[in-house]
């Protein structure tokens, strides 16, 4: 079965600083990982995705990602914090081996980007 | 605007009572999925279908039911038979493809009054 943590419930980092935001996961073949975005009461919204290639992933309003296949990981990163940023980010994982290409999301961290 | 639109924003159920929550998209996606989010629980997946007059439960079907009659249209019915149904309600719809990123509505609050 696959599966996704998100380890930290919140990060806090201070405007203009960098940010991460740190997500693994569990999968029997390869993984399709992404990156999504919710602002209070509102849908999700698609940042990045990781499919093939580079390991490092470029995004949505700065945003990147980092998969580390010995790690398991695709922690999403930011090299300077903007006090929009703060929201709920989920991590995503779709395995390709599941029959119906199920995608498991992690809880969810609360990002505060304090001015 | 191409997009997924739901419906109410808001809504209020006495007990006992079905309520059908709209899910609508003009994007031409095959796949679409509701997602049931609770505090501290992440999304969890309730039904889904990927194509026209298919669907198949997901993780936390119990008390729920859909149907899908049309492409563009993916209404879920939250049952009496669901014992705690407040919470907040997502539906996504995506291109068939293991790649491919699912797109959101801007979610259904349903509350138990």
């Known amino acids: 079965a696959q599966s996704v943590a998100q380890p930290e419930d919140q990060v806090n980092v201070a405007e203009g600083n960098p940010l991460t935001v740190k997500c693994t996961y569990s999968v029997s073949g390869n993984p399709y990982l992404f990156w999504y975005v919710q602002y209070p009461n509102r849908g999700l919204q698609f940042l990045l995705k990781y499919i093939t290639g580079d390991n490092l992933v470029k995004g949505s309003y700065g945003f990147e990602a980092e998969f580390n296949k010995s790690q398991t990981s695709f922690h999403l990163k930011k090299p300077s914090a903007l006090v929009s940023d703060s929201a709920l980010y989920f991590c995503?994982?779709?395995?390709?081996?599941?029959?119906?290409?199920?995608?498991?999301f992690g809880i969810g961290t609360k990002l505060q980007v304090i001015p | 605007d191409g997009g997924i639109t739901q419906s109410p924003k808001y809504l209020f159920r006495k007990e006992g009572q079905n309520v059908t929550l709209s899910c609508e998209q003009n994007l031409n996606h095959d796949a679409m999925y509701w997602y049931r989010q609770d505090p501290g629980q992440g999304l969890r997946l309730i039904y889904y279908?990927?194509?026209?007059?298919?669907?198949q439960k997901g993780d936390i079907a119990e008390g729920y039911s859909v149907s899908r009659e049309k492409k563009e249209s993916f209404p879920l019915t939250v049952t009496s038979a669901q014992k705690n149904p407040t919470a907040f309600y997502l539906c996504a719809s995506r291109e068939t493809g293991a790649n491919t990123e699912a797109f959101f509505g801007q979610g259904t609050r349903l509350t138990v009054v």
């Open positions: 279908s990927q194509i026209v007059n298919d669907f």
């Open positions: 995503a994982v779709r395995d390709i081996n599941g029959g119906y290409q199920k995608v498991t």
